[in-house]
């Protein structure tokens, strides 16, 4: 129980550079709202829905964080900050880190009828501030969601999600050599969220540069390959 708790404290400083102790971290509410929430859930599978959305109630108003009992979470879970909701049919994988103000929502059913209307998070998914991810979608494992983006279809792994409605940037992600990347948009080594868009931008025209360079040096191979079989030709007739 308490190895568990230090890899669970160990892993937010790991994405978090401001505190100074493991002790520190045990005063966030992102913290205390996740074990909160593990003792609703174990309610809401036993039936005591009462209780649990007790416990439920009491967490927001200790943490201003509102997960539903019926929520399903993975291990090292970690909230920046608070004003974070997610849904009674979420589901969230493993080390998946939510930043202030985003929102895991759902679809108001038709019918009355609840079933899966929340979105299903892979591992290792990054939610920016302020971004909601809306009906029972899937966000693929190592996603990264910007800020204020709003998503309603599903995300392929790996990819940067930004704007209303979000779609995939060709900003390039890669795990094998950036195991996380703060506030989800990995643009720069010293990526401003108040400057985002700049800098999306930027990385946006040099993937375009590098992929017009490459256009270009293909094109310069095929004319260079016709050239050559028109010589050839010219020299076989005469």
């Known amino acids: 129980m308490l190895q568990e708790l230090t890899r669970y404290l160990d892993s937010i400083v790991a994405r978090d550079p401001s505190p100074r102790s493991r002790w520190e971290v045990l005063l966030y509410p992102g913290v205390w709202a996740l074990g909160l929430h593990r003792v609703a859930h174990w309610l809401f599978e036993a039936e005591l829905f009462f209780l649990a959305r007790i416990v439920n109630h009491f967490s927001r108003l200790l943490t201003a964080i509102d997960i539903h009992p019926g929520a399903t979470i993975g291990r090292n879970f970690f909230i920046d900050h608070g004003f974070v909701v997610i849904g009674e049919t979420a589901e969230i994988g493993d080390n998946v880190t939510m930043y202030q103000g985003s929102t895991l929502g759902g679809t108001n059913p038709t019918n009355g009828q609840g079933g899966k209307r929340h979105p299903t998070i892979g591992d290792n998914v990054i939610v920016s501030l302020g971004a909601a991810i809306l009906g029972p979608i899937t966000v693929g494992a190592g ?23 979000a779609k995939p940037t060709l900003v390039e992600v890669k795990p094998e050599t950036q195991n ?3 506030y989800g948009t990995p643009c720069t080594e010293r990526f401003d969220p108040a400057t985002q868009k700049l800098e999306l931008l930027q990385c946006e025209m040099q993937v375009m540069q590098k992929r017009l360079a490459q256009l270009l040096e293909e094109r310069d191979a095929t004319a260079a390959k016709q050239s050559a079989g028109r010589k050839r030709g010219g020299t076989k007739q005469a």
């Open 143 to 165: 996603a990264r969601i910007g800020a204020n983006a709003v998503v309603t279809k599903d995300v392929a792994e790996g990819a940067t999600m930004v704007g209303i409605p």
């Open 180 to 182: 996380f990347v703060p």
